[in-house]
């Protein structure tokens, strides 16, 4: 049956052996706002290549199937089968209501009434139902770094891990995780309170994501002491589908048509600015001019990246042009106008949220303040 389970779930959303809760790193959950009605399907696999269990097949595999739900940007639900006849619920409220640099949530992982085991063999019980949580995410540009307590799933029963995870080990129920974004793809590092887990993700779409984690790191022997002396789970792989059945994405294609109609529109602009500029005698140049030219380059700069598809670098420019204008608009739009493009919408209506917050009457932004309330 599970390997049935396998081939159905790679078509839309295989998970590995974390990638199996609500929204997350690996294991370790991140508090942040979500799509309104967005639904996610996958399957979680993990394979032990652990000498120990040679030809036990039942336990040198690991798979789930799950199916999330976000009733609303603050509310999200996940259905999880972990072996062929259990289903558990996971659900996550983000308590924050605006978009700020942090983000602050509450959850409970495993709701189940008894223990249970994700092997097909169901062996190594486990006694990690109803596992509440609360967990923060600071979000920074290129970063995440989340940091949380729970109890149960979140709390090791006996020390493991080896080496430099040593240390970790003397904050029980404490998790914690760090994600460093590079234009399509992130780097992952986490103890999500029993192990440390570390991953790579490629976002090639918005609709989909390949996930690649190496599992319980620096556990000496083949078999894992947190998790009832099952075998180490060591390799995780996992196809990740996102989006689906989103109210928003009809509108999430207007706004990135509006994207491309504003930049060929500020291009232009630029390009008549610096012609004015040219035809212009020298003059004497004010401290003031100085800075607003400064600017105005840091705005080329961003542009003419944008368009070579460098969105990282394009952010930087902005970053930079707003730290010498941290009041104009039309930097605070356009940095939330890169960030959609680059799939991060916490970041867009942040800065898409100051720009409103500046000039609430302007035009120009009558479809980003339809888009951020649709998101609250």
């Not at 976000?70 to 999880?80: D, E, G, K, M």
């Not at 099952?230 to 989006?243: D, H, L, V, Y």
């Not at 917050?357 to 339809?370: A, F, G, M, Q």
């Amino acid at each position: 049956m599970r390997y049935l389970l396998l081939i159905l779930g790679v078509t839309v959303h295989c998970f590995s052996a974390g990638y199996n809760f609500t929204d997350a790193y690996i294991n370790v959950p991140i508090a942040k706002q979500y799509n309104i009605n967005e639904i996610q399907f996958g399957a979680s696999y993990a394979y032990s290549g652990a000498p120990a269990i040679q030809g036990e097949s039942s336990n040198r595999y690991d798979m789930d199937l799950k199916a999330v739900y976000s009733f609303s940007n603050r509310h999200q639900l996940a259905i999880n089968l972990v072996n062929p006849t259990r289903y558990v619920g996971h659900y996550q409220y983000t308590i924050t209501d605006e978009f700020s640099p942090y983000q602050l949530a509450a959850g409970i992982k495993n709701i189940s009434e008894s223990p249970f085991s994700t092997w097909e063999s169901d062996r190594y019980v486990e006694d990690v139902n109803m596992s509440p949580y609360i967990v923060n995410t600071y979000y920074n540009p290129n970063t995440t770094f989340t940091i949380g307590y729970g109890v149960r799933a979140f709390e090791h029963q006996k020390k493991s891990l080896i080496g430099i995870g040593s240390f970790v080990e003397n904050l029980n129920g404490v998790f914690f995780g760090f994600s460093f974004d590079q234009e399509i793809v992130s780097f992952l590092v986490e103890y999500d309170g029993k192990d440390i887990n570390l991953g790579i993700k490629f976002r090639p779409s918005d609709t989909y994501e390949i996930n690649l984690g190496l599992t319980e790191q620096f556990v000496d022997g083949d078999f894992n002491p947190q998790h009832e002396m099952a075998p180490k789970r060591q390799i995780t792989f996992g196809i990740s589908s996102r989006n689906l059945f989103s109210q928003n994405d009809h509108f999430n294609s207007q706004i990135k048509a509006l994207n491309l109609k504003v930049a060929d529109l500020e291009r232009r602009e630029l390009n008549r600015i610096n012609e004015q500029k040219k035809k212009k005698e020298p003059e004497l140049i004010s401290d003031d001019d100085v800075l607003k030219t400064r600017v105005a380059e840091l705005y080329s700069e961003s542009l003419i990246s944008y368009n070579n598809r460098d969105y990282s670098r394009s952010i930087r420019m902005l970053q930079d042009a707003l730290t010498l204008d941290p009041k104009n608009m039309l930097i605070l739009s356009r940095l939330g106008s890169v960030y959609y493009t680059y799939g991060l919408l916490d970041h867009a209506a942040y800065y898409w949220q100051q720009a409103v917050d500046i000039n609430p009457n302007s035009p120009d932004l009558v479809d980003v303040k339809t888009f951020l309330s649709n998101r609250l």
